[in-house]
């Protein structure tokens, strides 16, 4: 079974999403530990009411962010975590995290990357009036939001969407592509070579194009 770390810094929404699939039996994987950078995120909440392990650790109580990524490694590691998933964490890890898990790390971003990585992307979308906008989950680099592409999904945008309304219909898709990219990690489907992600059991470009079906 996959031991699974989780970063978060918010709502924590997509955490939940990951929860609720392994409670459904659909992912099978152990959430181990929650780390939040933020003392009032609302995902400690979402671990407590599930039993997971949670940990605060406070940015500002590091000399540098090296050493408070050193500190999250260590708390990973001590967890026998194999994978790390960023669900709404709202810092670039840095390369001595992703040095600690090379090709471990996945991050959720809610934008079809690479157009609007960063923050704010749903109002970077409004703002350029895009016709498409989507999220995407990808293998975290020493990039802001630059790594290996794993899956996509796509929603429309209209002229009378606000942020919200995008962000919205962009999260519910966030909470079905997450998961099914952790399942596909623990199934060991996913291989890495360079910039490509190859599905193994997908094999037609068409299937893989957007996403594999989600279950
Ligand atoms: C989501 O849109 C996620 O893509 C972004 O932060 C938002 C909130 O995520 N990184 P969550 O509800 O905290 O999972």
């Known amino acids: 079974m996959l031991n699974v770390g989780v970063l978060a810094s918010g709502s924590g929404s997509n955490f939940q999403a990951i929860i609720d699939e ?12 929650l780390i939040v950078d933020n003392p009032n995120a609302y995902a400690i909440e979402r671990a407590k009411r599930h039993s997971i392990e949670c940990l605060y650790i406070n940015p500002d109580e590091f000399p540098t962010e090296d050493i408070f990524f050193i500190k999250v490694a260590m708390e990973l590691r001590a967890r026998d975590v194999e994978l ?27 934008a079809l990357l690479p157009s609007f990585p960063g923050l704010y992307s749903q109002k970077q979308a409004i703002d350029y009036s895009v016709k498409i906008s989507g999220c ?34 962009i999260l519910k898709l966030e909470h079905k592509i997450l998961p099914e990219a952790i399942r596909l990690y623990a199934e060991g489907r996913l291989k890495i070579k360079g910039r490509v992600v190859k599905i193994e059991g997908c094999e037609t470009r068409n299937e893989c194009i957007i996403n594999p079906p989600l279950r």
């Open 22 to 33: 392994v409670a459904a039996g659909r992912l099978n994987c152990q959430i181990k530990l």
């Open 136 to 169: 995407t989950v990808h293998f975290v680099d020493e990039g802001v939001d630059t790594g290996p592409v794993i899956i996509q999904a796509a929603v429309p945008v209209s002229p009378e969407d606000t942020e919200k309304t995008l962000s919205e219909r």
């Open 84 to 110: 790390v998933v960023l669900a709404g964490f709202m810092r670039i890890v840095g390369k001595l995290l992703v040095d600690a898990f090379p090709g471990k790390i996945m991050n959720i971003h809610p």
